[in-house]
């Protein structure tokens, strides 16, 4: 087989991307729904802050600026990315930091219900468990979503891509119909399709798996911050505050964050963005399409959607051993616990000598 040829129309030019990410050399990496590989690059300028830090120390009025100037570049740049307002953004550390974000400014008491889906992960639902609030869980189908919902609704909380399946949910769609606000967990979407967020109220994004950032980093976009009560104010959260505590919050969605992040991270998750090519998208689903079509005559797939997750059932039925095998071999994927799926995530960086090696070593298993 033979690589695609790129979008813009270089022939080297999927070879030149690859060659940014160092552990492409040794390994099929096919695990981005964990973590995303780590280009050269944002971890040079990630060293380069740390012996900044090391030589000049982390104070100083030009630091902190520094900083804060840092934040808003990534806030402005994830913006870009799904299509909103900075203003509407708020750093993260985790898609779960987000949900509970939402989950905690929300109020829900035990008069309120909350439609969620089977096919949800820990990252959501231990948010929801931590609410007061009646968790109605139903199929990951739209018209079981839309069914469940009824004048106790304050909330459906769902995956954009599910993390089992790689089913995608139509969440602007539903929020339309609904008429309530949706929490979209888009820890699959995000940077492994081209998102939109605005037409639902709470997007959350993971910067290192599709993003391939740093670890701990993320973000939320807020539509109307307004509505969100601040449930865990930071030293982010104010522009002002009187000693008994009370506060004014700032402007937008920055007033939820809860984090310091430092200048490697900031850096490394911008580096990140940066890097990506502008073919990603295009190259993304047809190597997915691929990865589905060398699949079929070797392993039940699992009816999915149109994502980069491609999970599958193995041969002998005992997901966690292929996965094992395969990582043996130098092939990453990931089994999914309870469900008995194997599951490959696919990227832009992905070459038909990955598929090849992921067909050869569910073969040899």
């Avoid at 602007?172 to 399709?193: F, K, N």
């Amino acid at each position: 087989m033979s690589d695609l040829t790129a979008t813009d129309g270089a022939p080297d030019a999927i070879s030149a991307a690859r060659a940014r990410f160092p552990v492409l050399d040794r390994l099929a990496y096919l695990n981005a729904g964990t973590f995303g590989p780590l280009a050269r690059a944002t971890l040079e300028v990630m060293q380069e802050e740390q012996d900044r830090d090391l030589v000049n120390g982390r104070s100083g009025a030009s630091y902190f600026v520094g900083t804060l100037d840092l934040r808003a570049e990534v806030r402005a740049s994830l913006a870009r990315l799904v299509g909103v307002e900075p203003e509407t953004v708020a750093l993260t550390t985790s898609t779960t930091e987000a949900c509970s974000i939402v989950t905690a400014g929300l109020d829900l008491g035990d008069e309120h219900e909350v439609v969620t889906t089977t096919d949800e992960h820990f990252g959501l639902l231990g948010a929801l468990g931590a609410t007061k609030a009646h968790v109605v869980v139903v199929p990951p189908d739209p018209d079981r979503i839309l069914a469940a919902v009824n004048r106790h609704t304050r909330l459906i909380a769902i995956s954009h891509v599910l993390w089992t399946t790689g089913a995608v949910l139509p969440v602007q769609e539903l929020r339309a119909a609904a008429g309530i606000p949706v929490l979209v967990d888009g820890a699959q979407s995000v940077g492994a399709l081209d998102v939109a967020a605005r037409g639902v109220d709470f997007t959350t994004i993971s910067g290192q798996k599709w993003l391939c950032g740093p670890d701990t980093t993320g973000a939320l976009i807020v539509s109307d911050p307004e509505r969100l009560r601040v449930a865990a104010p930071s030293h982010f959260s104010q522009i002002s505050y009187e000693a008994d505590g009370t506060f004014v919050p700032r402007e937008g969605a920055p007033r939820f964050e809860r984090s310091w992040w430092s200048r490697a991270r900031l850096r490394g998750l911008l580096a990140a963005l940066a890097d990506r090519p502008a073919w990603g998208w295009e190259r993304s689903r047809e190597m997915t399409r691929r990865c589905r079509e060398v699949l079929d005559a070797h392993v039940e797939l699992v009816d999915g959607g149109p994502s980069t997750l491609v999970s599958f059932r193995p041969p002998g039925g005992d997901a966690a051993e292929l996965t094992s095998r395969l990582h043996d071999v130098g092939v990453r994927v990931r089994e999914i616990p309870g469900r008995g799926f194997v599951r490959a995530s696919v990227g832009w960086w992905t070459s038909d000598d990955d598929l090849s090696r992921l067909v050869d070593g569910i073969a040899a298993s």
